[in-house]
C-alpha cells in the first residue's frame, strides 16, 4: 500500500455569505477538539510511526491556522513503505476470505465509532461544513463494509470443454498485488494518519496499510517512485486528469494495473417538462436549462440560494458552504467568473471573492459555451447557466467536453428519458436525482474521467486477476 488520502467530495454550489467573521475571530474561535489518539503527523510504515527529516504544514484553509505540522516523507520513506506492504502481501494473500473479512469489518466499525472526531480533521483541512464531513466519513468508511462482503463472494466458472478429457476452471484467483493509492496533495493527511491508527485497533497486520504523507514540493519525486517500482502491481489515483496521464507514463514502464477516477465538467439539463422545483435543489458544474423553462428556473434558484446558503467556518452548524481547500482554488473560481462577465455573461447573485479562501456562492446567466467556466472544472460555488432550445442543442454542448464523468438532467417525458440518458457521454447519469453516489452503484467515468470502477460488484474486479486453469488427462 501507499499514500491514502481520503477523496475529497466533488461539491459545487452551497452558501451565502451573512456577516463573515474577520481572519483573526475565526481563529481565535475555532479549535480541532479531537481525540488526541487520533492526532497523528507522522508517516505510518509497516505498522511503526515514522518521522521524516522535515515537516510540512496543514493549514485551516478557513482561518489559514496552522493546524499541525506533518512528516514530510521522501523517496527514502516511500520506498520502505513498498517493500514493507510487498512482504506483507505475500502473508496477508494466505488469510482466508473469511479471516480478511473480519478484520476489514472490524477496521470500519471502528472508523463509524470514531466518525465525529475523523469528520472534525476534515473539516478542519478542507473546510468543509461538518455535516458534509460526517457524510463523507460514512459513505468512505462504507467501502470497507462493503468490501469485508464482497471479499467472501470472489467466484469462479466452470466452462464446458470442448475435449473430454479436459475441464475448464475460471476464477479471480489471484489477487492484483502490492497496490499504491495516490492522493492530491490538498486533500487531508491527518484524516488518513487517522484512519492508520484505528487499523491497528482493528488488528489490520504490519504492512498491509501504510500512508506516506508528503508536501506538494515532495510529490513529483515520491510518486514516481511508487509509480515504477517493480514491486508494485496495481495504482489507484483520484485527481487531475493531467496527473493521472503522468503517473500512467510511470505506470507503462512496467506494465502495472490501473485504476483512475480523474477530472469531470458534469452537465446538469433541465428540460421543459421537469419539475422546476427539485431541479433546483441540485449542485453541478454547468447548467444548460431549456428556454420554456429557463427564467423560471433562474426565478427560483436565485431564491434558493438567498434563503437556504450560507458561508462560514465548518464547524458552526448553521454553514452550508465552508471556504475552497486555499487560496489558488478561491482565485481560479474568481477568475472564471470575471472571464464569463467579459463575455457578456450576468452576474446573477454573488460573484465577489471573500477573504482568505472563501467566495461567494455565485449565480451566472446569458453564458455562452465557450467561456471558461463552460470548459474547464471549476472546483468552487459556481452555477453558470446556458439557456437552450432543442433536446439535440442540449445534448451537442453537454458531450463537447474531453471528460465524462457524471451528468444529470431533469425531465418528465419517458421517451426523452431513455433517449438522453443512452447519448450522455458519461460513465454515471442521474434522471431526476442529483445524488448519485452509491457503494451498491460502481463509480467511474468514460473519456479522460478515468479508468475502471469504484465500489459495487464490479469495483472488486479491480484489484483482481483471473486465472484460467485447464485440468486435461481426465478419464472420458
Same mark, same amino acid.
Given at each position: 500500500? *501507499?499514500?491514502?488520502?481520503?477523496?475529497?467530495?466533488?461539491?459545487?454550489?452551497?452558501?451565502?455569505?451573512? *456577516?463573515?467573521? $474577520?481572519?483573526?475571530?475565526?481563529?481565535?474561535?475555532?479549535?480541532?477538539?479531537?481525540?488526541?489518539?487520533?492526532?497523528?503527523?507522522?508517516?505510518?510504515?509497516?505498522?511503526?510511526? &515514522?518521522?521524516?527529516?522535515?515537516?510540512?504544514?496543514?493549514?485551516?484553509?478557513?482561518?489559514?491556522?496552522?493546524?499541525?505540522? &506533518?512528516?514530510?516523507?521522501?523517496?527514502?520513506?516511500?520506498?520502505?513503505?513498498? %517493500?514493507?506492504?510487498?512482504?506483507?502481501?505475500?502473508?496477508?494473500? %494466505?488469510?482466508?476470505?473469511?479471516?480478511?473479512?473480519?478484520?476489514?469489518?472490524?477496521?470500519?466499525?471502528?472508523?463509524?465509532?470514531?466518525?465525529?472526531?475523523?469528520?472534525?480533521?476534515?473539516?478542519?483541512?478542507?473546510?468543509?461544513?461538518? #455535516?458534509?464531513?460526517?457524510?463523507?466519513?460514512?459513505?468512505?468508511?462504507?467501502?470497507?463494509?462493503?468490501?469485508?462482503?464482497?471479499? #467472501?463472494?470472489?467466484?469462479?466458472?466452470?466452462?464446458?470443454?470442448?475435449?473430454?478429457?479436459?475441464?475448464?476452471?475460471?476464477?479471480?484467483?489471484?489477487?492484483?498485488?502490492?497496490?499504491?493509492?495516490?492522493?492530491?496533495?490538498?486533500?487531508?493527511?491527518?484524516?488518513?494518519?487517522?484512519?492508520?491508527?484505528?487499523?491497528?485497533?482493528?488488528?489490520?497486520?504490519?504492512?498491509?496499510? %501504510?500512508?506516506?504523507?508528503?508536501?506538494?514540493?515532495?510529490?513529483?519525486?515520491?510518486?514516481?517512485?511508487?509509480?515504477? +517500482?517493480?514491486?508494485?502491481?496495481?495504482?489507484?489515483?483520484?485527481?487531475?486528469?493531467?496527473?493521472?496521464?503522468?503517473?500512467?507514463?510511470?505506470?507503462?514502464?512496467? &506494465?502495472?494495473?490501473?485504476?483512475?477516477?480523474?477530472?469531470?465538467?458534469?452537465?446538469?439539463?433541465?428540460?421543459?417538462?421537469?419539475?422546476?422545483?427539485?431541479?433546483?435543489?441540485?449542485?453541478? /458544474?454547468?447548467?444548460?436549462?431549456?428556454?420554456?423553462?429557463?427564467?423560471?428556473?433562474?426565478?427560483?434558484?436565485?431564491?434558493?440560494?438567498?434563503?437556504?446558503?450560507?458561508?462560514?467556518?465548518?464547524?458552526?452548524? $448553521?454553514?452550508?458552504?465552508?471556504?475552497?481547500? /486555499?487560496?489558488?482554488?478561491?482565485?481560479?473560481?474568481?477568475?472564471?467568473?470575471? +472571464?464569463?462577465?467579459?463575455?457578456?455573461?450576468?452576474?446573477?447573485?454573488? *460573484?465577489?471573492?471573500?477573504?482568505?479562501?472563501?467566495?461567494?456562492?455565485?449565480?451566472?446567466?446569458?453564458?455562452?459555451?465557450?467561456?471558461?467556466?463552460?470548459?474547464?472544472?471549476?472546483?468552487?460555488?459556481?452555477?453558470?447557466?446556458?439557456?437552450? %432550445?432543442?433536446?439535440?442543442?442540449?445534448?451537442?454542448?453537454? /458531450?463537447?467536453?474531453?471528460? *465524462?464523468?457524471?451528468?444529470?438532467?431533469?425531465?418528465?417525458?419517458?421517451?426523452?428519458?431513455?433517449?438522453?440518458?443512452?447519448?450522455?457521454?458519461?460513465?454515471?447519469?442521474?434522471? /431526476?436525482?442529483?445524488?448519485?453516489?452509491?457503494?451498491?452503484?460502481?463509480?467511474?467515468?468514460?473519456?479522460?474521467?478515468?479508468?475502471?470502477?469504484?465500489?459495487?460488484?464490479?469495483?472488486?474486479?479491480?484489484?483482481?486477476?483471473?486465472?484460467?486453469?485447464?485440468?486435461?488427462?481426465?478419464?472420458?
Amino acid at each position: 500500500m *501507499g499514500s491514502l488520502y481520503l477523496p475529497g467530495a466533488r461539491c459545487i454550489l452551497r452558501q451565502v455569505s451573512s *456577516g463573515l467573521p $474577520s481572519m483573526q475571530q475565526l481563529q481565535r474561535r475555532y479549535s480541532l477538539g479531537v481525540s488526541a489518539q487520533l492526532l497523528r503527523t507522522e508517516g505510518f510504515i509497516d505498522g511503526r510511526w &515514522v518521522s521524516a527529516a522535515s515537516t510540512f504544514p496543514v493549514l485551516d484553509p478557513a482561518t489559514g491556522h496552522e493546524i499541525a505540522k &506533518v512528516s514530510d516523507c521522501g523517496i527514502k520513506e516511500a520506498q520502505e513503505a513498498v %517493500n514493507a506492504a510487498y512482504c506483507a502481501f505475500q502473508q496477508w494473500k %494466505n488469510h482466508t476470505a473469511k479471516e480478511r473479512s473480519f478484520l476489514l469489518r472490524k477496521w470500519y466499525d471502528l472508523i463509524i465509532q470514531h466518525r465525529e472526531d475523523l469528520a472534525k480533521l476534515i473539516t478542519a483541512e478542507c473546510g468543509k461544513p461538518m #455535516r458534509e464531513s460526517i457524510g463523507e466519513i460514512t459513505y468512505s468508511a462504507s467501502f470497507l463494509e462493503w468490501f469485508s462482503e464482497e471479499a #467472501r463472494r470472489v467466484y469462479g466458472d466452470i466452462v464446458p470443454s470442448p475435449a473430454k478429457d479436459r475441464k475448464i476452471l475460471v476464477g479471480a484467483a489471484l489477487a492484483a498485488g502490492c497496490t499504491v493509492v495516490v492522493k492530491p496533495a490538498e486533500d487531508t493527511p491527518l484524516s488518513a494518519l487517522a484512519l492508520a491508527e484505528l487499523s491497528v485497533q482493528a488488528g489490520i497486520p504490519p504492512g498491509v496499510f %501504510n500512508v506516506v504523507p508528503c508536501s506538494r514540493e515532495k510529490t513529483p519525486a515520491v510518486g514516481e517512485l511508487l509509480c515504477t +517500482d517493480p514491486l508494485v502491481a496495481k495504482i489507484s489515483f483520484t485527481g487531475s486528469t493531467a496527473t493521472g496521464k503522468i503517473l500512467l507514463r510511470h505506470a507503462a514502464g512496467t &506494465v502495472k494495473k490501473v485504476s483512475m477516477e480523474l477530472g469531470g465538467h458534469a452537465p446538469f439539463i433541465v428540460f421543459d417538462t421537469a419539475d422546476v422545483d427539485k431541479a433546483t435543489c441540485v449542485c453541478s /458544474n454547468r447548467f444548460l436549462v431549456q428556454s420554456g423553462i429557463h427564467d423560471a428556473f433562474m426565478e427560483k434558484l436565485a431564491k434558493a440560494m438567498d434563503e437556504q446558503l450560507k458561508v462560514g467556518h465548518g464547524s458552526e452548524p $448553521s454553514t452550508t458552504q465552508g471556504p475552497l481547500i /486555499n487560496s489558488r482554488a478561491a482565485e481560479k473560481v474568481e477568475m472564471q467568473v470575471q +472571464d464569463a462577465v467579459a463575455h457578456g455573461a450576468v452576474v446573477v447573485r454573488g *460573484g465577489k471573492r471573500l477573504q482568505g479562501s472563501f467566495m461567494e456562492p455565485t449565480l451566472l446567466s446569458s453564458v455562452t459555451p465557450d467561456m471558461i467556466c463552460m470548459r474547464e472544472e471549476t472546483f468552487g460555488p459556481l452555477v453558470p447557466v446556458v439557456k437552450f %432550445n432543442t433536446e439535440q442543442e442540449a445534448l451537442a454542448i453537454a /458531450n463537447a467536453s474531453p471528460v *465524462g464523468l457524471a451528468g444529470y438532467f431533469y425531465s418528465r417525458d419517458l421517451s426523452q428519458i431513455w433517449r438522453v440518458a443512452e447519448q450522455m457521454e458519461v460513465g454515471m447519469v442521474g434522471v /431526476n436525482e442529483g445524488l448519485l453516489s452509491s457503494i451498491e452503484a460502481p463509480f467511474g467515468g468514460v473519456k479522460q474521467s478515468g479508468l475502471g470502477r469504484e465500489g459495487s460488484k464490479y469495483g472488486i474486479d479491480e484489484y483482481l486477476e483471473i486465472k484460467y486453469v485447464c485440468l486435461g488427462g481426465l478419464s472420458a
